[in-house]
């Protein structure tokens, strides 16, 4: 049997404290009972408090969702990759009735109290269009476009994100995946 360590449980509950509330939907009481951590323990760890918390959480979950966005595409045609991507939102909203968002885009809208978690969260943007980018070269786009498109995917999937959980309706999601296939679709191998 294994042990979840003590930084392990405080990033595991500020991510998902983040996807279900946002930054300031949740104050250091509710990490620690969400986790199960004594206070003295967190800052033995996170010596900064709840903003040193968030931020290495939404590093890790960019992390995260890097790494498989990179195994999906290496497997896969980018646009392909995009329409799993795609379902996989579509899947947790409707599991969790539109209750789980995505942490990166809460770390996001915190950027007046949370500076650096904002920060985390716009590396692991720029890591996601970078990997979209080099599939799409990879998949027959010129390095220009393929750059243009990556952005516009991101940026696509995080308002559908925001706008899918705000309607309560998986709608920005499919439009996303429909207008990606009509646009680059005919151009890619």
């Known amino acids: 049997m294994t042990t979840?360590?003590?930084?392990?449980?405080?990033?595991?509950?500020?991510?998902?404290?983040?996807r279900s509330r946002g930054a300031d939907g949740f104050g250091v009481a509710e990490l620690l009972a969400s986790s199960g951590v004594a206070r003295r323990s967190m800052y033995q760890h996170f010596p900064d408090g709840k903003a040193e918390v968030l931020r290495v959480a939404t590093a890790e979950a960019g992390k995260g969702v890097g790494a498989l966005l990179k195994a999906m595409l290496d497997e896969m045609p980018a646009l392909d990759a995009l329409d799993v991507w795609v379902q996989q939102w579509i899947d947790l909203y409707v599991e969790t009735d539109y209750a789980i968002g995505c942490p990166l885009a809460a770390a996001s809208l915190s950027a007046p109290e949370y500076p650096a978690a904002a920060a985390e969260a716009a590396v692991a943007f720029r890591r996601f269009e970078s990997l979209i980018a080099d599939a799409l070269v990879r998949d027959g786009l010129d390095a220009a476009e393929a750059t243009t498109a990556a952005a516009v995917l991101v940026f696509g999937l995080e308002g559908a994100i925001v706008t899918a959980r705000a309607r309560r309706d998986i709608a920005p999601f499919r439009a996303l995946a429909d207008h990606a296939r009509s646009v680059w679709g005919p151009r890619l191998a």
């Open 4 to 18: 979840t360590s003590v930084r392990d449980r405080l990033l595991s509950s500020a991510t998902l404290l983040l």
